[in-house]
């Protein structure tokens, strides 16, 4: 089998091109400008991907069985050209890919966000980043009804594990930890609906190698408050922390009913274990 993988070099994507390799795959692994290649490997190509074009042309050239896009752009930056890098890498290069497995025996798998849905059942984005995601689940969604695309749409809730760069609350929380300084919570009493690294990446696997179609998310069972993950962290790691509460903020709450769970799949890291391994692996 021949894959191809956008945003390879990126927290989801970097794991899964790592977890692919060895498996009687060979992968076209595409990067950010700026992202760096997992190393050489006889079963991995690496592209840094510099124009929707000649991304497009090298996915061609290599004649997949299968595209995976975890690319994505996040930032709250709302000059022009933040917003407009979020529609080039969120909604143009991902809808031009999936050009090329029109009408063809390739399978599109595509990841979303769970930000897309704001309210019960609704398909409201809550940000122009949710904005440029749901615009490509729905522009993919027409393509599969109209019978010429192959598609897996997965809606990936919060990712979270070990050593992850991102602006996000679980690593924000452990450095406060480990430096002891102050740090604001905001919205404590808002609700995440957190997936384990490798619990998210076995979820694409599965849907890869099992030929599934269709809508499906990959969530836990149940929702965790903020404040519940702050207090299991601080008892995990042993440390008083000095964090404010902001407990004036409105409260969000992840939809759980957005789409059924991958067929035969289901989040078996708990919060605790992930949070104890993300502690316990932190970088020093």
Known sequence: MKVAVTGASGYLGGTLVQRLQGSDVMILAIAGPSGADLGPRVDTVWHKHVSVDTTTDVISAFQPDAVIHCANYYTLQRDQQSIEKMWLVNFELPTKIAEICVNQPLHFINL????????????????????????TSQHLSTLRKTGCLSLSDLVIYDVYGPNDPRNKLIPNV????????????????????????????????????????????????????????????????????????????????????????????????????????????RRT
């Open 112 to 135: 979303g966000s769970y930000f897309q849905y704001q309210g019960p059942g609704g398909t409201i984005p809550n940000s122009t980043y949710a904005e440029t995601k749901q615009a």
């Open 174 to 281: 452990i450095s406060s930890l480990r430096s002891g300084n102050s740090m604001l919570i905001r919205a404590p009493r808002s609700e995440l609906n957190l997936v384990y690294l490798n619990d998210a990446v076995q979820a694409v696997i599965l849907v890869l190698f099992e030929h599934l179609f269709g809508k499906f998310s990959v969530s836990s069972p149940i929702n965790r408050t903020v404040r519940e993950i702050v207090n299991a962290l601080e008892k995990i790691s042993g440390v008083t922390s000095n964090f404010e509460f902001n407990d004036d903020a409105p409260i969000a709450t992840p939809d759980l009913n957005v789409a059924p769970l991958v067929p035969g799949w289901r989040s078996d890291v708990s919060l605790e274990e992930g949070l104890t391994t993300c502690w316990e692996l």
